[in-house]
């Protein structure tokens, strides 16, 4: 039987050792994902070999095992995994699949499966240098909104997030959060709980950021880790105020993308279904959908 517990901050090193052998781009496997959401989805991780495997109990697309990522024998470590879930009396369920591994898990179990998957589900995935540069047609609005908050606050600032502005970028926090209190949900909550927990272990947790003053005062920032050398996720992008309605996300957007030289793939993330957010990671012009599945066994 797998041995689980649940993810921790010195975990770190080996989970992300597998994941970088694995070749995977997924957001849900970054580790940073995996430990600031470990009390939203009630996150369990087992070492199996030199494959991590996770365990989720949320709801819907996140509950079930995910594809053991790592080095090694594939098929035993799903055998392992099936037996596990027979032990504990459980239905046997895979979330997170993307094509590659669905292809894997129907060779290694063939028809057991019944797959389903959720547009809202997908990460997007971007290059780094079109975001960068913003150049050609299709980035002409980005440009333009970009334009925008430079000629607005021509005296802006772009810094790294680091151990002496940490307390900034919770200030952005902070205000995104109280601006939008009227229309508060659980889930805007959750976020808001994550972002406080990566802040307060952003150095443990391997996190790179970046934000914006103007007149000194912090105004938009964002968070981000390595999935692996060449990709890197971006977990929180926030502009308050006046700063978001004149441009101020597609600055940070842009200067931070800028920054990361040598990463060629930013993974956006998913929309969750919602369809504000689904326009606005659109027209980025993604460059990857990557689809993912859920696998219940019939």
């Avoid at 547009?119 to 050609?136: P, Q, T, V």
């Avoid at 047609?137 to 334009?147: D, E, T, Y």
């Avoid at 105004?219 to 971006?234: H, L």
């Avoid at 326009?279 to 859920?294: D, E, G, V």
């Amino acid at each position: 039987m797998l041995e689980w517990s649940i993810p921790e901050a010195e975990d770190e090193d080996w989970i992300n050792s597998c994941i970088a052998v694995s070749g995977t781009m997924a957001s849900d496997a970054s580790f940073a994902n995996i430990y600031l959401l470990r009390n939203k989805y009630s996150t369990k991780i087992s070492r199996y070999k030199d494959f991590i495997i996770r365990k989720y109990s949320g709801k819907g697309a996140r509950c079930g095992y995910t594809f053991p990522l790592g080095k090694g024998d594939v098929a035993k470590a799903l055998a392992e995994i099936e037996k596990d879930a027979k032990e504990c009396g459980e239905r046997l369920q895979f979330a997170f699949v993307t094509e590659e591994q669905k292809e894997v898990l129907e060779n290694a179990m063939p028809a057991r499966f019944c797959y389903s998957s959720d547009a809202g589900d997908s990460d997007y995935i971007y290059l780094r240098s079109e975001l960068a540069s913003l150049s050609g047609k299709a980035f002409h609005k980005k440009k333009n909104h970009f334009s925008k908050f430079v000629r607005t606050y021509p005296d802006y600032k772009y810094y790294e997030i680091g151990a002496c502005n940490i307390y900034d970028a919770q200030k952005v926090a902070d205000a995104w959060y109280y601006e939008h209190l009227q229309d508060e949900d659980a889930s805007q909550l959750a976020e808001y709980k994550a972002i406080k927990e990566a802040l307060e272990n952003f150095e443990e947790l391997g996190l790179i950021g970046g934000i914006i003053y103007v007149n000194d005062s912090p105004c938009a920032m964002t968070i981000a880790s390595k999935i692996n050398e060449n990709t890197v996720d971006v977990h929180f992008e926030k502009a308050v105020g006046e700063y978001a309605l004149n441009g101020g996300y597609a600055a940070i957007n842009k200067l931070f993308s800028e920054k990361l030289d040598g990463v060629t793939w930013l993974n956006r993330e998913e929309d969750i279904g919602i369809e504000g957010l689904r326009k606005a990671k659109l027209s980025y012009r993604p460059k990857i959908m990557l689809k993912k599945y859920s696998a219940v066994e019939k």
